[in-house]
């Protein structure tokens, strides 16, 4: 298969290796990038395998609660001058408001229900938006939670809508223990509550390219296994919210500090705005020298 430049790049964004490195990788996996973030972590030379996470797209992460329950959004625009707009930003509220309130299952639900009192629906609010703001907008995402008698929400919004984090609580009614976990959520962007969550795929994959890059390392071959679950447990703490040092008190573990408040994490979102998305690569030279030339 034919390593194109633009894969090259891909993959150095997703490593942070050369781009030797990375070229090597994909002729080695005949393209293949998962494979070939994999080759680099086994060589060492990538520090950890980032599937699709370029922060590209703009807009907001918003959150809203009432009473029992909370919703967190993302709606996208195509550039962050945009995003912080006064139109736009009570233009987010609204629809979050609006999701909160009907609890659509979906994205494409959500668009079809009736929006206001015009008969309109969301879909047709969003694009009287875009006539006026003159952007693409979209809704992306979103997830409604309802709380039990003994939960507790957490929000916390950081830069300005650039992340957006919504945990709950078990056992406890405490929403500063929440939002304290939401806030260490939004730093260290882990991916599960608890190690009982991850895969048996995932931990699997994650033990052969740790036994690797142990063998690529010299090992001796009766300590790689010894070796290798030791670096897993290291896998563990630095995926999984439970496991992770506290932000706010690093001689504790989330799940420690969780518990001294008689709960557990029952769950978590975190919006990333953009993350996964590509992003349009504008040459603003070339357009302004377009503009000059007409």
């Not at 009570?90 to 206001?116: R, W, Y």
């Not at 953009?274 to 603003?284: I, L, Q, S, T, V």
């Amino acid at each position: 298969m034919a390593i194109t430049a633009q894969m090259v790049k891909e993959l150095r964004e997703k490593t942070g290796a050369g781009m030797m490195d990375c070229k090597k990788a994909l002729s080695a996996t005949d393209g293949d990038m998962d494979k070939a973030i994999d080759f680099l972590r086994e060589k060492g030379i990538a520090k950890a395998a980032k599937k699709a996470d370029r922060v590209a797209a703009e807009g907001l992460a918003h959150i809203v609660t009432e009473g029992n329950r909370a919703a967190i959004i993302e709606i996208n625009s195509e550039t962050d001058f945009v995003s912080k707009n006064e139109n736009f930003i009570n233009m987010v509220d609204q629809v979050a408001k609006h999701i909160l309130t009907n609890n659509p299952a979906s994205v494409e639900e959500a668009l079809a229900q009736p929006f206001g009192e015009t008969g309109d629906t969301l879909q047709d609010f969003i694009t009287n938006q875009i006539a006026k703001i003159g952007e693409k907008i979209s809704l992306r995402r979103f997830a409604v939670v309802e709380g039990g008698e003994n939960e507790a929400f957490g929000a916390y919004i950081h830069m300005g809508g650039r992340i957006g984090v919504l945990t709950v609580l078990e056992g406890t009614k405490d929403e500063q223990a929440a939002k304290d976990v939401a806030m260490h959520v939004a730093a260290l962007n882990p991916k599960y509550v608890r190690r009982e969550e991850v895969s048996e795929d995932e931990v699997n994959r994650e033990r052969e390219v740790l036994k690797q890059q142990a063998m690529n390392e010299g090992k001796p071959e009766n300590i790689v296994d010894k070796m290798v679950e030791g670096r897993l447990g290291k896998f563990f703490e630095e995926t999984c919210l439970n496991e992770q040092a506290f932000v706010k008190d690093s001689d504790q573990k989330v799940g420690k500090f969780v518990a001294s408040k008689g709960a557990e994490i029952k769950t978590f979102y975190r919006y990333e705005v953009g993350e996964g998305m590509e992003k349009r690569e504008d040459n603003f030279a070339e357009e302004v020298m377009s503009q000059v030339n007409k």
